[in-house]
Antibody, heavy 119, light 106 residues
Framework: EVQLVQSGAEVKKPGESLKISCKGS????????IGWVRQMPGKGLEWMGI????????RYSPSFQGQVTISADKSISTAYLQWSSLKASDTAMYYC????????????WGQGTLVTVSS | SYELTQPPSVSVSPGQTASITCSGD??????ACWYQQKPGQSPVLVIY???KRPSGIPERFSGSNSGNTATLTISGTQAMDEADYYC?????????FGTGTKVTVL
């Protein structure tokens, strides 16, 4: 069974750093792109970026380029999303999702990680 | 950058048909898919490659895509279909989501 399991909710202060994770299982982790999606409170889905764990090829949405870093450790089948200096506006639910490169959709989604940034 | 626009809300009576549009430049030249998201849950794919239904998705969900508009149609809408719906398309390494539509079953 394909699963993407994300790390737990985080509460941070502005200016702090953070790295959240997404662990894949039940499939060949290195053969599928993993994307990250932001959903701010009461708002829609926004694609942030995507990584191919096989060779760490990474693409970013122009809106998020330079704001976050996406990485992966294929040895433990885990993708990461990190911030070096959080802002209150980073408060959101963050989802990871697996991209089907042949049929062009995100087929499996993680449960989401809620990040709250508040002083 | 590429943008996909959806109506903010659609209301439908139980048993009736709901249609949700998704507009983007030459969207018909790309594959569109649709996700359903209920409160507190992760999105779930309901239509892919314009009109295909994943296993487990009821037949009342259908899709089309032509010109600049993709459409998700829910026939015989049920109360359980009340949710937010998002279209998505892939364009030049950009994985764009639509603005989202809240479907209310009155």
């Amino acid at each position: 069974e394909v699963q993407l399991v994300q790390s737990g909710a985080e509460v941070k202060k502005p200016g702090e750093s953070l790295k959240i994770s997404c662990k894949g299982s039940g499939y060949s982790f290195t053969s599928y792109w993993i994307g990250w999606v932001r959903q701010m409170p009461g708002k829609g889905l926004e694609w942030m970026g995507i990584i191919y764990p096989g060779d760490s090829d990474t693409r970013y949405s122009p809106s998020f380029q330079g704001q976050v870093t996406i990485s992966a450790d294929k040895s433990i089948s885990t993708a990461y999303l990190q911030w070096s200096s959080l802002k209150a506006s980073d408060t959101a639910m963050y989802y990871c999702a697996r991209w089907d490169i042949v049929q062009f959709f995100f087929d499996y989604w993680g449960q989401g990680t809620l990040v709250t940034v508040s002083s | 950058s590429y943008e996909l626009t959806q109506p903010p809300s659609v209301s439908v009576s139980p048993g009736q048909t709901a249609s949700i549009t998704c507009s983007g430049d030459k969207l018909g030249d790309k594959y569109a898919c649709w996700y359903q998201q209920k409160p507190g849950q992760s999105p779930v794919l309901v239509i892919y490659q314009d009109s295909k239904r994943p296993s487990g998705i009821p037949e009342r969900f259908s899709g089309s895509n032509s010109g600049n508009t993709a459409t998700l149609t829910i026939s015989g809408t049920q109360a359980m279909d009340e949710a937010d719906y998002y279209c998505q398309a892939w364009d030049s390494s950009l994985y764009v989501f639509g603005t989202g539509t809240k479907v209310t079953v009155l």
